[in-house]
């Protein structure tokens, strides 16, 4: 559903102790074919604040919400086949895709959403291209948008094949620091109480995020990646032992956006560790290790000889149980004899 831009949106510049968010949505603003942006964390952590905030910086400034219980016509459009026979041409009726073009798409808790859904949704978001396809008839069309996924980890997961395929990934937490806490309960209770004084407080801050988003995404044809940059986002990849090439392509391009948010003439290595963690997030795997070979085993220290802090931590030696003298009895029949 497109949601209603007639009530006032709290601004992202605004928004306080998310920087980590504030940074990936903002990259995949500036280039939204990173893949989108996927938010895990508790309720009442400004997940669906800060997907409104970044809405109002886009070319559109428009929020389509993609309901838990959409369907796969609602989500791609549908095509009217008795048209296209009587009439000849292809009469296509939009679905949200479609109508999140140049905006956000938000979907919440994304984790319960149909696997085939989410595959769905994610192609159009790295292609920016929307296919529909029925009975021999298709219709393409453009659908590039911001795709912004959340999630509350306690309600289930997401499948690792659907996680690599968000560019980015942030994961928030509750805030314990009283004085963070405090600075975003007055914020919220002084845009509830004057919203248009706050936004006027803030509106040099979103007028300046607004020109940098639009400058960012001119200026990104014009930057290359040398070699540190390639090599760094190898290294970088490969000690996280991810799967395939995917981090490396949205590292790169993510590593390009900031560069282009900043104006740098360049992108760097240091914009690449940057946007390491975000990307990272979700594709970090725990590799196992292997079990020694018969060679080394013969060299390695036996558990008995393996200092603390060694995979034998906590071995103990085996002790002597104690032992007791049996007094032994003789028969009853060399009694008598």
């Known amino acids: 559903m497109n949601e209603s831009t007639s009530s006032p949106v709290f601004p992202f510049s605004a928004l306080v102790g998310q920087e980590p968010l504030q940074q990936a949505l903002l990259l995949a603003a500036a280039d939204p074919s990173i893949g989108g942006v996927l938010v895990s964390g508790p309720r009442g952590t400004a997940k669906s604040t800060a997907a409104r905030a970044l809405a109002e910086l886009l070319p559109e400034g428009k929020l389509v919400t993609l309901p838990l219980g959409a369907s796969e016509e609602q989500l791609i459009g549908t095509l009217d086949i008795q048209s296209a026979l009587r009439d000849g041409g292809v009469k ?22 149909p696997n085939p859904l989410v595959d769905q949704l994610l192609d159009v978001a790295a292609s920016g291209v929307n296919i529909v ?25 997401l499948r690792p ?18 004085s ?59 000690a996280a032992h991810v799967d395939g090439l995917r981090a490396d392509l949205v590292m790169l391009r993510a590593a390009r956006a900031l560069a282009a948010l900043e104006g740098a003439p360049a992108v760097t290595v240091t914009h690449v ?33 393996a200092s603390a802090g060694e995979s034998d931590w906590g071995y103990l030696p085996p002790e002597p149980t104690g032992t007791a003298r049996i007094k032994q009895v003789r028969p009853l029949a060399a009694k008598k004899a």
């Open 180 to 238: 963070v806490r405090q600075r975003i309960v007055k914020a919220r209770l002084a845009f509830d109480a004057d919203p248009a004084a706050f936004r006027a407080r803030h509106a040099s801050e979103q007028a300046s995020l607004y020109a940098r988003i639009h400058a960012a995404r001119a200026a990104l044809a014009s930057f290359d990646f040398d070699d540190a940059v390639h090599a760094r986002v190898s290294e970088l990849c490969i």
């Open 92 to 113: 296509f009726s939009p679905g949200l895709l479609a109508k999140a073009h140049l905006g956000v798409l938000y979907v919440d808790e994304v984790n319960l959403l």
């Open 273 to 305: 560790e940057r946007v390491a963690d975000a990307v990272l997030q979700h594709r970090r795997r725990e590799v196992q290790a292997q079990a020694p070979s018969q060679t080394q085993a013969a060299h390695d220290p036996t558990p008995r000889e």
């Open 161 to 178: 094949q659907l996680l690599d395929r968000f560019g980015l990934a942030v994961e928030m937490s509750n805030c314990f620091d009283a």
């Open 133 to 157: 396809e029925r009975d021999g008839i298709s219709h393409r069309h453009e659908a590039r948008f911001v795709l912004i996924g959340t999630m509350n980890p306690e309600e289930g997961e």
